[in-house]
T-cell receptor, first 115, second 114 residues
Framework: EPEVTQTPSHQVTQMGQEVILRCVPI?????FYWYRQILGQKVEFLVS????????KSEIFDDQFSVERPDGSNFTLKIRSTKLEDSAMYFC?????????????FGQGTRLTVV | AQKITQTQPGMFVQEKEAVTLDCTYD???????LFWYKQPSSGEMIFLIY??????QNATEGRYSLNFQKARKSANLVISASQLGDSAMYFC???????????FGSGTRLQVQP
């Protein structure tokens, strides 16, 4: 069964460093998303991406975040200068369409720890 | 105001019994979709079931069913014949018309006891 894959599964980084989280969405999907979940809290939307541009972003997705689809398969989230409060599980998701009844398929997540 | 409210932080159920996980939502849109996801301890998010705002029938997927009461703005998940493997966090989520984002509730941790 096709799945969304994320690498790495766990990343530890020093405060102020840049990190890149990588995702390979399901191959025929066109819509891509990043969500994050701070430990013990709800899952929060960061950004959606379609046709090589951001289609929606939340207030969390400020200037220190960026997304890119550098080739036909990868979808990345970059955090330019990490802060302690960026420690969270980051989920990549993809969907085939954006009609209401289309579920998003989530990857297994990358746990980011900023020290 | 919270768009998705899950009032049960934790629930216990005996194996083989049914359990209902509550979810209420708030939107002024007429067109929206409601989703339930399961998050086991391994961390991944697994899609369970979907209900559209215009669907007249309650959604069902195997042992999962959704008790959709539109006037009350509630979309409760019913798990029948609970199994030990059902122990997980369960999140209710909503997508409103013309938005890409899923808005999640705070989740309910379900523990199935033998």
């Amino acid at each position: 069964e096709p799945e969304v894959t994320q690498t790495p599964s766990h990343q530890v980084t020093q405060m102020g460093q840049e990190v890149i989280l990588r995702c390979v969405p399901i191959s025929n999907h066109l819509y891509f998303y990043w969500y994050r979940q701070i430990l013990g809290q709800k899952v929060e939307f960061l950004v959606s991406f379609y046709n090589n541009e951001i289609s929606e972003k939340s207030e969390i997705f400020d200037d220190q975040f960026s997304v890119e689809r550098p080739d036909g398969s990868n979808f990345t989230l970059k955090i330019r200068s990490t802060k302690l409060e960026d420690s969270a599980m980051y989920f990549c998701a993809s969907s085939e369409a954006e009609v209401l009844n289309t579920e998003a398929f989530f990857g297994q997540g990358t746990r980011l720890t900023v020290v | 105001a919270q768009k998705i409210t899950q009032t049960q932080p934790g629930m216990f159920v005996q194996e083989k019994e049914a359990v209902t996980l509550d979810c209420t939502y708030d939107t002024s849109d007429q067109s929206y979709g409601l989703f339930w996801y399961k998050q086991p301890s391994s961390g991944e998010m697994i899609f369970l079931i979907y209900q559209g705002s215009y669907d007249e029938q309650n959604a069902t997927e195997g042992r999962y069913s959704l008790n959709f009461q539109k006037a009350r703005k509630s979309a409760n998940l019913v798990i029948s014949a609970s199994q030990l493997g059902d122990s997980a966090m369960y999140f209710c989520a909503m997508r409103e018309a013309y938005r890409r984002a899923l808005t999640f509730g705070s989740g309910t941790r379900l523990q199935v006891q033998p």
